[in-house]
């Protein structure tokens, strides 16, 4: 965290509200080295505070936070877990209940989620039914939890049937999204987080398509004005659908473009294409099914396809994964969803399209087939088709 690069991004604080929820306003500050505000978004200093985060975050950000904790006169601590999705459990989180009641902490604790996405999930959760609700705040350090996990109060864990089953709303005192933990994070996770923003842009923001081609070097660079514009705006459109249906039951369904085929690509190649990747495929191959449906303009489409390679995401699926692993994927998904697989997507650059008052709608077999086919790895012709 260094002052040069407090002086080139000032923070940029935005305010999450829910429609449904007036009273019910917490605020969120991005900008690199923002991790200095911490003490002024706790509540009084009668709380204490119980730093939550996983092994692999806690060496690279854990003392910068302890040091500015430990600077107040709060009672402060820090429980870890292992890192990795197979740890978002409730086995995990039944460790942490147990460590929080053998130390005494009492409903005058706030807990501080330090890590991405996992850890804002798990800890969200905890809070949520801790002495049956304690506050929180969450400390993104992903660009994915940044722009999306750590926003609108979705909290939860996996189980052994499937990811997120089992969790509850519940939403944060504060989001605190310090830039500079960015500068930590592996290419790979970085594209998780490109491919979240691409979708908020597509959806809400059509400007932000610009500027993400503009910026995709600085992006990539972690350059930290580029990523206070970028973070600052794709958080904008979560907070802006969240705030319209904090409980997904409309227009939250949008965030769901691009993850329905993404889903399913992750699923057929055993989760060794990562969630961004998958999602960023995803967006390309449902946006082309919405064209040949005739319900997206092949402009539209065009548009999305060239954000997404600008920033050297896939818009292609894996050589490795055959047409056939794909559609039985998509066939799962449907049973499982009652027979129908609905998508979201934008209706024109920066609109979420909508279908008589729904936010989700049906595609034809043949028009994803055909999508699918037409997004085959460059060279590679899937069995069956020359
Ligand atoms: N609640 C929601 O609305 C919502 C939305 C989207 C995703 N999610 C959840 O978010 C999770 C995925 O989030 P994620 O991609 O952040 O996963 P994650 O928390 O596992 O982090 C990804 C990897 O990056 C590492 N890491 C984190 N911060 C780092 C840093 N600053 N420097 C170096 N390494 C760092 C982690 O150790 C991990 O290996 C999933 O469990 C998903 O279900 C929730």
């Known amino acids: 965290m260094s002052d040069q690069s407090r002086q ?4 940029v604080q ?4 829910l429609s449904a929820r007036p009273e019910t306003r917490y605020p969120v500050v991005i900008g690199a080295g923002v991790l200095t505000r911490l003490p002024d978004l706790l509540p009084a200093d009668r709380y204490g505070v ?3 985060s996983e092994q692999r975050v806690w060496p690279l950000w854990g003392e910068a936070v302890m040091e500015i904790l430990r600077q107040g006169e709060r009672r402060v601590d820090h429980y870890l877990f292992a890192p990795g999705e197979i740890h978002k459990t409730r086995e995990t989180k039944a460790t942490l209940e147990d460590r929080l009641v053998a130390d005494a902490w009492g409903r005058d604790v706030v807990l501080v989620a330090l890590g991405g996405g996992v850890v804002t999930d798990l800890v969200g959760y905890l809070a949520a039914t801790y002495l049956r609700g304690v506050r929180y705040l969450s400390v993104p350090t992903t660009l994915l939890a940044m722009v999306d996990a750590a926003l609108g109060g979705k909290t939860g864990v ?3 049937a499937g990811k997120n089953l089992v969790g509850a709303f519940h939403q944060p005192e504060a989001v605190l999204a310090d830039l500079d933990t960015l500068s930590t994070l592996p290419d790979v996770e970085l594209d998780h987080g490109l491919a ?3 979708k908020h842009a597509a959806l809400s923001d059509e400007a932000l398509l610009d500027r993400l081609v503009t910026d995709a070097t600085a992006l990539r660079a972690r350059d930290a004005e580029a990523l206070s514009d970028t973070v600052a705006r794709s958080m904008a459109v979560k907070l802006q659908l969240v705030a319209a249906d904090e409980q997904d039951h409309g227009l939250r369904q949008a965030l769901n473009f691009g993850h329905t085929v993404g889903h399913a690509l992750e699923r057929a190649s055993e989760y060794r294409v990562g969630h961004g990747h998958a999602v960023a495929v995803g967006m390309c191959v449902e946006s082309d099914a919405a064209v040949r449906a005739g319900l997206m303009a092949p402009t539209v489409r065009d548009r999305i396809v060239g954000v997404i390679e600008a920033l050297g995401l896939p818009a292609r699926l894996p050589a490795d994964i055959s047409h056939a692993a794909l ?13 129908e697989v609905r998508y979201a997507f934008p209706g024109a650059l920066g609109q979420v399209a909508t279908f008589g008052g729904q936010y989700t709608t049906a595609l034809p077999d043949d028009a994803v087939g055909a999508a699918l086919l ?4 460059e060279g590679h012709a899937p069995e069956g088709h020359t």
């Open 327 to 339: 559609t039985a994927a998509l066939v799962l998904d449907k049973k499982n969803r009652g027979g």
């Open 14 to 17: 935005l305010e999450a509200r």
């Open 50 to 52: 119980v730093v939550i």
């Open 158 to 160: 996996n189980t052994a």
């Open 374 to 377: 037409a997004h085959a790895a």
């Open 8 to 11: 080139i991004s000032p923070a």
């Open 196 to 198: 979240e923003t691409v």
